[in-house]
């Protein structure tokens, strides 16, 4: 089974103290909510597991492989990730993206790229320009490219951003199937969004983090479930700065 | 080997509009010096009479456009994926970053200088081919090839020069735009020194060409080392 481990990370950005994280485990297979208020430190933590911030101490490990330099062609192996979309998917097609995804992931691209678009519930053409779909449509798609290479850790980074009512459900359903033997690790600002689909529940605030608790555990210690969680964390913090 | 194929397979693209803008460049440039020499006799010395200092000049006059326009390729081919929240799509990639920027560099300077390499050599030997038949020049014969060679081996490495320059200006300073503009300036210093060297020291011009080269080159891989130990915010 799959343990994402993060053990007393602590990130500073020139002066300013980001993260200051004692223990995290991530064990069974599920889908984690990492929940907070904005700049809690929710996207630096998930650039962190991703190699792309490099933590001022401790260490991150996937099983018994530790994020390193030296190790982090193996560990991003291992991760899918939707991060906020960046302006140069816009002058790629649908195509090039999806031939680049599997050409460094070393995966057979298939004949056709439309059955893994319609699995996204994305019906054009691959050829079309990733900078003339919607927000949405985007989203679908960077969803399809970061499940394809069926990663051990997926990392959802506000998935739900401009998505419409079917798309959120299309989203949740494959992250269902995806959680069923994976970790999940899922940020978003809608308490109602996560509430009917994650298991676990980490909150962040002023880069710290909560312990992770079931979300059956939460409904019970708290009468107002993740919100009720939530201001519960936030409001015995102190800031790092 | 194989990544390299692929980088260049992306690159492929730029190779008709670079090669045939090199080529449409240096024929112009080459006419435009032939036909002024032709005219201007006010000059004691009729530089522009002589065959070597038409190529030199045209050759640089092309090196000085295709610096900026080589500049601007690049900023679309490879300094867009290391700048801004660009870096996280390419370092996300499951391949050493160091790795993966000298392929996408090694993959933009083969496509480079193989476009300019065919502009170049077609455009001046049809020029050297009709200065023989019609003549523009007054020395003019088949023997020049020597001098064509140089010329463009010079003129490749120098915009080669001017163009990983400005393009790793351009990641240092996480903006394509400030790339660009980095080669405006270096074309402005170089223009003027690189044709006076051009036309009186070929080889001196030649040995300096290639000694940038190899600067860029250090550069680059130092460039790649601070890659692989850089964050995308």
């Not at chain 1, 101490?57 to 996937?62: C, L, M, R, V």
């Not at chain 2, 080459?30 to 006799?41: E, Q, S």
Request: net charge neutral; aromatic share 8%.
């Amino acid at each position: 089974m799959t343990r994402l481990k993060i053990n007393h990370v602590t990130k500073s950005i020139g002066n300013r103290n980001i993260l200051r994280i004692g223990n995290l485990r991530f064990g069974n297979n599920g889908i984690y909510g990492l929940v907070g208020p904005n700049g809690a430190g929710k996207t630096t933590l998930l650039k962190c597991i991703c190699g792309l911030l490099v933590t001022n101490t401790g260490d991150i490990s996937i099983d018994n492989l530790v994020l390193s330099r030296d190790t982090r062609t193996d560990f991003l192996k291992k991760i899918g990730s939707v991060f906020a979309q960046s302006d140069s998917l816009f002058n790629l097609s649908i195509k090039e993206l999806l031939d680049e995804h599997y050409f460094f992931f070393g995966l057979t691209a298939p004949q056709k790229w439309s059955p893994i678009l319609e699995n996204v519930g994305l019906n054009v053409s691959e050829n079309q320009m990733i900078g003339n779909l919607s927000l949405g449509m985007r989203q679908r798609l960077l969803l399809a490219v970061a499940i394809s290479h069926k990663p051990e850790i997926l990392i959802l980074d506000e998935p739900f951003n401009g998505l419409d009512p079917d798309g959120v459900v299309l989203t949740k359903n494959l992250i269902k199937q995806h959680s069923q033997d994976k970790i999940v690790i899922i940020t978003s600002h809608s308490f109602a969004d996560l509430n009917d689909i994650i298991t676990d529940a980490v909150v962040i605030a002023d880069g710290q983090t909560s312990c992770i608790k079931s979300i059956t555990k939460i409904n019970e210690e708290f009468s107002d479930g993740l919100m009720g969680f939530y201001h519960s964390f936030i409001n015995c913090t102190v800031s790092l700065n | 080997m194989e990544y390299f194929d692929f980088e260049f397979s992306h690159m492929k693209k730029m190779l008709l509009p670079l090669g045939l803008t090199t080529g449409g460049l240096q024929l112009l440039f080459l006419y435009f010096f032939a036909i002024v020499g032709r005219f201007d006799t006010e000059d004691g010395s009729s530089m522009l009479t002589h065959y070597n200092a038409v190529l030199a000049l045209a050759t640089i006059g092309t090196m000085c456009v295709l610096a900026i326009y080589g500049t601007v390729l690049a900023g679309r081919y490879l300094v867009h994926d290391y700048v801004g929240m660009n870096k996280s799509k390419t370092y996300l990639l499951p391949i050493s970053r160091k790795a993966l920027f000298y392929t996408k560099t090694k993959a933009f300077t083969a496509s480079l200088s193989l476009a300019m390499a065919v502009g170049l050599l077609v455009s001046n030997l049809t020029f050297m081919t009709t200065d023989v038949i019609v003549p523009l020049t007054k020395d003019q014969s088949f023997t020049h090839i020597l001098n064509i060679i140089v010329s463009t081996i010079v003129c490749i490495c120098l915009t080669l020069t001017v163009v990983l320059f400005s393009s790793f200006i351009g990641i240092k300073l996480d903006s394509a735009v400030k790339g660009i503009t980095a080669s405006i300036i270096f074309v402005v210093f170089l223009s003027n020194l690189a044709a006076i060297a051009l036309m009186s020291y070929e080889l001196v011009s030649l040995l300096i060409a290639v000694a940038l080269i190899v600067i860029a080159t250090m550069v680059c891989i130092s460039m790649g080392n601070e890659i692989d130990k850089s964050e995308a915010l």
